[in-house]
């Protein structure tokens, strides 16, 4: 299991693990997760020719039966060597309601490995720091619940920090949780990556003792955060085509802008940019960076369909009316039929684990 923040490079990262274990002779299967349907994640690693399996509606504490029952889905259908899942980016208390129920549970079907957690360093160094600005109290202690239960920490993109800014993660991590295993890696671009599948390949500690965790600061750190999916079609009213790229960052950098004027902090915006078999994807991860793309189509058309998933800190109400604005005057600036559809938006409810294992004498 990899976990991690949202918008910390998850899906990324797990691209990259399952190339390597295909490439060493392995077969591998992916789970997603998340709190609502229709998942960029999952669009885009099966495009890449995974087996993905999708667990929607909740984290994976809370819909463990069907975590289990996509897991063996996948065991029937592809007899994978390996499954790789990605829980949800605001979830934690992951040991005890997920990882040992599978091993008290189904120890004979499942060899568990060692909970990753990927460290986002665009809000990392603020929460680590203890710095306002950002998210609330309620939804750092999320982030720092995350790293508390991890096996490994990986500071992640280090292909984006300096060699200080690196060292100083790392050392925050330490300062903080001394005991920690902390690894600095880029999903991307795959530095120090072998160090990560090194560690991965040892065998989970089974736990005896659990963290605390505070489910009303849990549920109210979540419930801070506004969560919206939808649908939205883009054409050209003319015979004009366009960058699929470019106009896929200009959305994003439009809807930065106009979450910040309502003071409203990104966790992570991931749209994905379809035009009849070309595909883009782009991200955004947090209030003060610019949108990147982590894929890119190189192509002109003169319609596409996007795919936009988003989790701000913000009520869903706002957030609705932010995405709506900025993709019809979007459509307005540039000439184009702009249509909203499948839309999605709410609060997460209240984690109510299926399991929950309690601390052994």
Same mark, same amino acid.
């Not at 459509?331 to 559809?341: E, I």
């Given at each position: 299991?990899?976990?991690?923040?949202?918008?910390? &490079?998850?899906?990324?990262?797990?691209?990259?693990?399952?190339?390597?274990?295909?490439?060493?002779?392995?077969?591998?299967?992916?789970?997603?997760?998340d709190?609502?349907?229709?998942?960029?994640?999952?669009?885009?690693?099966?495009?890449?020719?995974?087996?993905?399996?999708?667990?929607?509606?909740?984290?994976?504490?809370?819909?463990?039966?069907?975590?289990?029952?996509?897991?063996?889905?996948?065991?029937?259908?592809?007899?994978?060597?390996?499954?790789?899942?990605?829980?949800?980016?605001?979830?934690?208390?992951?040991?005890?309601?997920?990882?040992?129920?599978?091993?008290?549970?189904?120890?004979?079907?499942?060899?568990?490995?060692?909970?990753?957690?990927?460290?986002?360093?665009?809000?990392?160094?603020?929460?680590?720091?203890?710095?306002?600005?950002?998210?609330?109290?309620?939804?750092?202690?999320?982030?720092?619940?995350?790293?508390?239960?991890?096996?490994?920490?990986?500071?992640?993109?280090?292909?984006?920090?300096?060699?200080?800014?690196?060292?100083?993660?790392?050392?925050l991590?330490?300062?903080?949780?001394?005991?920690?295993t902390?690894?600095?890696?880029?999903?991307?671009?795959?530095?120090?990556?072998?160090?990560?599948?090194?560690?991965?390949?040892?065998?989970?500690?089974?736990?005896?003792?659990?963290?605390?965790?505070?489910?009303?600061?849990?549920?109210?750190?979540?419930?801070?955060?506004?969560?919206?999916?939808?649908?939205?079609?883009?054409?050209?009213?003319?015979?004009?085509?366009?960058?699929?790229?470019?106009?896929l960052?200009?959305?994003?950098?439009?809807?930065?802008?106009?979450?910040?004027?309502?003071?409203?902090?990104?966790?992570?915006?991931?749209?994905?940019?379809?035009?009849?078999?070309?595909?883009?994807?782009?991200?955004?991860?947090?209030?003060?960076?610019?949108?990147?793309?982590?894929?890119?189509?190189?192509i002109?058309?003169?319609?596409?369909?996007?795919?936009?998933?988003?989790?701000?800190?913000?009520?869903?109400?706002?957030?609705?009316?932010?995405?709506e604005?900025?993709?019809?005057?979007? &459509?307005?600036?540039?000439?184009?039929?702009?249509?909203?559809?499948?839309?999605q938006?709410?609060?997460?409810?209240?984690?109510?684990?299926?399991?929950?294992?309690?601390?052994?004498?």
């Open positions: 299991m990899v976990g991690g923040f949202l918008g910390a &490079g998850k899906t990324t990262a797990i691209a990259r693990l399952a190339r390597h274990y295909v490439d060493s002779g392995q077969k591998v299967a992916l789970v997603t997760n709190q609502a349907y229709d998942l960029v994640d999952t669009h885009n690693l099966r495009s890449q020719g995974f087996d993905v399996g999708e667990v929607p509606g909740a984290c994976f504490c809370c819909k463990f039966d069907d975590l289990v029952e996509t897991v063996e889905k996948l065991g029937a259908e592809q007899a994978p060597d390996i499954i790789i899942a990605e829980p949800v980016g605001s979830c934690t208390d992951l040991v005890a309601t997920v990882i040992e129920p599978l091993r008290h549970l189904y120890a004979e079907r499942f060899e568990l490995g060692p909970l990753a957690v990927l460290l986002k360093p665009e809000h990392g160094r603020k929460i680590l720091r203890q710095e306002a600005g950002g998210f609330s109290p309620k939804a750092a202690y999320i982030f720092l619940k995350q790293i508390e239960e991890a096996d490994i920490v990986v500071v992640n993109k280090v292909d984006k920090l300096s060699d200080e800014q690196c060292q100083e993660l790392i050392d991590v330490g300062q903080r949780y001394p005991e920690k902390v690894l600095a890696v880029s999903g991307r671009d795959g530095d120090n990556f072998d160090l990560l599948v090194e560690k991965l390949a040892g065998t989970a500690n089974e736990h005896r003792q659990f963290m605390d965790v505070d489910y009303d600061i849990y549920a109210e750190g979540e419930a801070e955060l506004g969560w919206l999916n939808c649908q939205l079609d883009l054409a050209s009213n003319s015979d004009t085509r366009f960058s699929l790229d470019e106009i960052l200009t959305l994003l950098e439009r809807l930065r802008d106009a979450l910040v004027a309502v003071d409203a902090e990104p966790a992570h915006l991931k749209v994905l940019a379809q035009s009849k078999t070309e595909s883009a994807i782009a991200n955004l991860v947090g209030s003060d960076v610019e949108p990147e793309l982590s894929l890119a189509s190189e002109q058309t003169a319609a596409a369909e996007f795919i936009v998933n988003a989790r701000v800190a913000v009520d869903p109400d706002t957030l609705q009316s932010v995405v604005s900025c993709v019809l005057q979007l &459509g307005k600036d540039l000439n184009l039929k702009a249509n909203v559809r499948g839309m938006c709410f609060r997460p409810g209240r984690p109510v684990p299926t399991h929950r294992i309690q601390e052994e004498e």
